[in-house]
């Protein structure tokens, strides 16, 4: 019986040893989780920040491109209203340089008309 007795008290021990290997483990894990889990918070924290500042961002961006829009469809604008006035200087010039040329004409044509009164 002594050993039944013998045996028994190693298979305790054996497994008492065992179940704090066990233990031991677990602890090991659990600190490995807990240390998982700070990181993954860290991040969410990290993300909701980069989600927020992107939101952030885009509206900026968003209110910056309607600005230069408008500014592109401004100087189109300006642009367009700018070549309608050099083609009415062009045309006031051209009218004005052939009224010039007819009125010189017809004062050239006064002058002699004038001479010939004289002879």
Do not use: P, W
């Amino acid at each position: 019986m002594s050993q039944h007795g013998a045996a028994l008290q190693t298979y305790n021990q054996e497994l008492v040893k065992c179940l704090e290997e066990m233990k031991l483990r677990r602890t090991e894990l659990q600190e490995q989780i807990d240390s998982q889990e700070e990181e993954k918070n860290n991040l969410q924290r990290e993300i909701e920040k980069m989600s927020c500042k992107l939101t952030r961002l885009n509206d900026s961006l968003a209110k910056r491109i309607a600005v230069r829009n408008e500014y592109d469809r401004t100087i189109a604008d300006t642009e367009t209203a700018y070549m309608k006035i050099l083609e009415s200087s062009q045309l006031l010039l051209n009218m004005i340089k052939r009224e010039a040329t007819s009125l010189d004409q017809t004062l050239v044509k006064t002058n002699m008309d004038k001479q010939q009164f004289r002879q």
